[in-house]
């Protein structure tokens, strides 16, 4: 038994010598797989993402600011928006409609089908009409006949001119001893509307605006009734002053808008300047040990002038525009970025997985990509994030100061240095609109950039 244990032990033996080529194969050096020890479903940005979403408070500001950009590009295209810049005159009167209060409709009143009105065909324009149940004035100390009383109102002769006035303290009808003792003779120290009904439809004694074809005129007079219900209106439009009129005429709302637009471009385009340089600086200045002296000494020429003081130079030496604020916030801006970058990158450079990778033999880029920008997310995010906010709040003072953009070119710091003249009058909502959309764009910012800069952190990663 021994011996047939023995043959088959050499049996097996010969034939795993035969089979080896078959059972094993040489393994070949894969140097992207050199720091691949284990498999994990570990993913950092899924990770990042699935953090920042448990923060109700930064999405929500998230969908706001995203739905706030995309209205500034949307609004121009609505129906019904008036052109940011444009000074709209009124029809009749030709003057600009100066601080027009805000209004959600140009409706100034209802009538019922049938009411009696003095229309004006417009010149230019066929769709709208002018209306008012003014038919006359009476001159200050100009005797009239008194007609008819009729509670608050008073039926009137005057010259040729036959309707009703409005009986309070300008005309200071009193009854006489006997009530039925009418017609008699009365004067006023004041101008006084003639109506042609008992009802004020006037707007302070200028003109309304009604749908010609709701319309119809007697004969070749200039008297027409309302052939259905129908709204008289400010303006020969039903686009209203969402946001008022300001001292030019403007339309605030297409100018907060629009204003908006060229603010958050400056910002935009300030944060990725300053990312782009400030990253690349701050890399080669905490990586490359060569570069570390002459690096830190531009950096302390630089972050000792004063960036008010660089902002108003160039603001004063370059024609205003917004590639002069850009260039002027970018000169500096990257310095502070370049910094924060430095310093990580010091902190983490020689950690022993670092050093790992290199005895590997991983390429500098990957272990910049891999090892050490996870930990700079972070940092970068916040950084950009604060930046876009900043960039519009220096663009707000450069304005204030007068050295920003021309008046011709809507933002927000045009509006909030107009509007700051007017806090103390009844045109203030001129500083209220621009301030609200200001302070929206900044404190979403500033939330956003700090959750997502903690969501980036991989401490926070479970």
Not at 11 to 31: M, V
Not at 395 to 413: A, K, M, N, W
């Amino acid at each position: 038994m021994a011996k047939l244990r023995d043959a088959k032990s050499r049996g097996l033996e010969n034939a795993l010598e035969k089979n080896l080529d078959d059972l094993f194969s040489p393994a070949s050096y894969d140097e992207s797989m050199a720091e691949r020890t284990g498999f994990s479903n570990y993913s950092y940005w899924g990770s990042t993402f699935r953090v920042f979403l448990k923060n109700r408070v930064a999405v929500f500001l998230l969908v706001l600011l995203l739905v706030l950009l995309l209205f500034t590009f949307i609004q121009p295209l609505l129906p019904g928006q008036y052109p940011a810049g444009l000074i709209i005159n009124h029809p009749i009167t030709k003057l600009q409609l100066l601080n027009v209060p805000p209004s959600l409709s140009t409706a100034k009143v209802s009538v019922p089908a049938g009411t009696e009105l003095a229309a004006y065909p417009l010149d230019g324009v066929e769709d709208w009409t002018a209306v008012t149940n003014v038919i006359d004035f009476i001159q200050r100390r100009e005797s009239f006949t008194v007609d008819a009383y009729h509670d608050d109102w008073v039926h009137i002769t005057y010259k040729d001119v036959s309707g009703y006035v409005v009986n309070d303290f300008t005309t200071k009808l009193k009854l006489p001893e006997d009530p039925t003792a009418v017609p008699y003779t009365s004067q006023s120290n004041f101008l006084i509307n003639v109506y042609l009904s008992m009802h004020d439809y006037t707007n302070n004694g200028t003109e309304l605006f009604i749908e010609s074809d709701l319309l119809q005129f007697s004969g070749d007079s200039n008297l027409a009734v309302t052939t259905e219900a129908a709204k008289l209106r400010t303006m020969p439009s039903s686009n209203a002053f969402w946001f008022g009129t300001n001292i030019l005429g403007q339309d605030l709302w297409s100018l907060v808008w629009s204003g908006t637009r060229t603010s958050l471009f400056i910002g935009f385009m300030v944060a990725m300047v300053e990312a782009f340089v400030g990253i690349l600086m701050g890399v080669l200045w905490g990586y490359v040990r060569k570069l570390d002296r002459i690096m830190t000494e531009i950096y302390n020429v630089m972050d000792n002038i004063p960036t008010t003081i660089v902002l108003i130079l160039i603001s004063y030496v370059l024609r205003p525009s917004i590639s002069t604020l850009i260039f002027a916030m970018c000169l500096t801006g990257w310095v502070g970025m370049a910094r924060f970058i430095r310093n990580q990158i010091v902190i983490i450079r020689d950690r022993d997985y670092n050093l790992a990778s290199r005895c590997l033999g991983t390429s500098t880029l990957r272990i910049i990509l891999r090892n050490l920008l996870p930990y700079l997310v972070s940092v970068i995010m916040l950084r950009m994030a604060l930046a876009i906010p900043m960039a519009i709040g220096s663009e707000v003072f450069i304005t204030y100061i007068g050295l920003g953009l021309p008046v011709s070119i809507p933002s927000l710091g045009n509006l909030i240095n107009t509007g700051r003249k007017l806090v103390s009058t009844s045109q203030s909502y001129q500083l209220i609109f621009p301030t609200i959309v200001l302070s929206l764009v900044t404190i979403s910012f500033y939330m956003i950039g700090n959750a997502f800069a903690d969501a980036a952190d991989p401490k926070n990663h479970v």
